[in-house]
């Protein structure tokens, strides 16, 4: 597994367009990988973000099976940071280093949803976002122990996790339409167990994430 860290230069054409469609970004990614055509495993999958905390040095990041060739990316569409538009790292390592109780910062996209129906006459569902802050923590939250991680309690007595931004992307696919809503998260979790953990980390959280949901990323404690 592979860690990249990609700087977007969102004044190019093709950088706007991957912050406005994530279908681009999905293709773009995707057709980085040495092994054509990419499938999902146990092993893992293709997974990204897009941190855009600042608007004019927006972020992606990549976590991949196999080791992107993102140089033909880097210059269309990247921006130069420290003499690098990218950096790719080998991700094992860290994943191996896991153990329980370990504490660490963490951040997440994530397609908070739920199933319904379109209208009371409707026999068909679709997904819906979930709307209030607490309606996303509560998704997360049930998901946290399967995933291998909990959260510890802040001061206050409250799960150290707070939904820090949403978003919706609207954009085509094929002849229809897809709307996807991305929560993102920030707090701090602990390791419950590792092998779960690891699993999370290299295969996503949750729906759409060839759309830029599902990416947990860890660091350092704050």
């Known amino acids: 597994m592979f860690l990249t860290r990609f700087n977007i230069n969102p004044r190019t054409q093709l950088g ?27 092993g893992g999958r293709p997974l990204w973000r897009m941190d855009c905390g600042d608007p004019k ?8 099976p196999e080791r992107p060739a993102f140089d033909q990316l880097a210059d269309e569409a990247g921006r130069a940071v420290e003499g690098r538009v990218y950096q790719t790292r080998p991700y094992v390592s860290f994943l191996d280093r896991l153990a329980e109780g370990q504490v660490y910062a963490f951040r997440l996209a ?11 006459e409707s026999a068909q569902t679709q997904r819906f976002g979930h709307v209030t802050a607490a309606q ?16 510890p309690l802040t001061a206050g007595n409250e799960p150290d996790v707070a939904v820090v931004g949403q978003r919706k992307s609207s954009f085509r696919r094929d002849q229809g339409r897809v ?7 920030m707090g701090h979790l602990q390791v ?4 779960a953990l690891r699993h999370t980390l290299t295969s996503g959280i949750g729906h759409a994430r060839a759309y830029g949901c ?9």
């Open 110 to 120: 994530a397609n908070a949803s739920h199933s319904g129906r379109r209208s009371v």
């Open 214 to 222: 599902g990416l947990l990323t860890l660091a350092l404690p704050r």
């Open 192 to 195: 419950i167990d590792p092998n």
């Open 16 to 42: 706007a367009r991957y912050l406005q469609n994530p279908q681009k970004v999905h293709a773009a990614i995707y057709g980085a990988m040495p092994t054509q055509p990419v499938v999902a495993t146990e």
């Open 57 to 64: 040095a927006p972020v992606l990041w990549v976590v991949s």
């Open 136 to 151: 996303q923590l509560q998704w997360l939250l049930l998901r946290s122990d399967r995933s291998g991680f909990s959260f």
């Open 179 to 185: 709307t996807v809503t991305v929560s993102e998260f």
